[in-house]
């Protein structure tokens, strides 16, 4: 995964009715950890790493670099979402493409925060990148994020085996410029 291309970084932050999009500050950084260490966050994404090989090895302002937007929720980081371009992906429908990926934590689950700050993050890449197709890749076995994925528009292009779990992988299509 790399760079999203020609796009201004960071943007200003982004609000919603509850949240901000924001990038990553060093006060996130025990969040960062929480997320990576939980094995809650990680049951669908090949298990959590070890909290004292995060707490060695994580910057003191993790998670920043163009597409990573911190979730805040009243001054504190929930999640975190990725919009990433796809080069290398193992699958050639994605190859080329921004692709979403989001982590909350355990505590921010079933509030509606994954739905609208993905919303969020969507609209401002729809401003950025207008014509933007977006992919999504989820294990299909993860009934949360496959639900989150139909809300935020994603169609399904195909299912294949990876990492020993069936795969879904779905598109959301750039929205038609108004003309």
Known sequence: MTELGD????????????LVLRESEARDRAAFIELHA????????GGPRKRDELEREMP????????SFVVDLDGAMIG????RRATEHRRPAAAGK??????????????????EACAAALAWLDGALPGEPVMLTTQSANVSSMRLAAK???TEVERFEAWGAEQWLGLRSPLTPSG
């Open 7 to 18: 796009v201004a970084w960071p943007p200003a932050p982004i609000r919603t009715e509850r």
């Open 38 to 45: 939980s094995p809650e966050v990680h049951t669908y994404l």
């Open 60 to 67: 003191e302002t993790p998670g920043r670099w163009p597409g």
């Open 80 to 83: 975190q979402i990725l919009l």
């Open 98 to 115: 921004a692709d979403l990926g989001y982590l909350f934590l355990p505590r921010a689950w079933g509030l509606g925060y994954a739905a």
């Open 152 to 154: 935020l528009a994603f």
